[in-house]
């Protein structure tokens, strides 16, 4: 499995972005997804999960009502919505893929394969 992101990029507080995590390679449909955000100096911390098939979409609570995960089957994608942006969401997104269980889906050693990380940077 490729994993790809994409999407990232500068944008004001209050705005918004699409990243998208394209996905290759052997069939994803039964892993689950997660995305993972690395600021400056901090550790890696999980942001939202959710299964190709199925299941509800899991969020962070520091993302929730904010973030939406969406999938786009047809194109082995996978979109996080992120409105609402703050400085603090500056980070590294990673999108992870693996066949995780919903007790695990935080954890970044729950996922197998990552994709290379797409920037994001909120300022003004």
């Known amino acids: 499995v490729q994993l790809q992101a994409s999407g990232g990029g500068l944008v004001q507080p209050g705005g918004s972005l699409r990243l998208t995590c394209a996905a290759s390679?052997?069939?994803?449909?039964?892993?689950?997804v997660g995305w993972f955000r690395q600021a400056p100096g901090k550790e890696r911390e999980f942001v939202a999960s959710t299964r190709w098939s199925g299941g509800m979409p899991y969020y962070a609570d520091i993302v929730k009502g904010r973030f939406t995960i969406s999938k786009d089957m047809s194109k082995n994608a996978m979109h996080l919505q992120m409105n609402s942006l703050g400085p603090e969401d500056t980070a590294v997104y990673y999108c992870?893929?693996?066949?995780?269980?919903?007790?695990?889906?935080?954890?970044?050693?729950?996922?197998?394969?990552w994709g290379q990380g797409t920037q994001v940077t909120v300022s003004s």
């Open positions: 390679g052997e069939s994803v449909r039964s892993y689950a």
């Open positions: 992870a893929a693996g066949r995780v269980i919903s007790s695990t889906r935080t954890y970044q050693s729950a996922y197998n394969y």
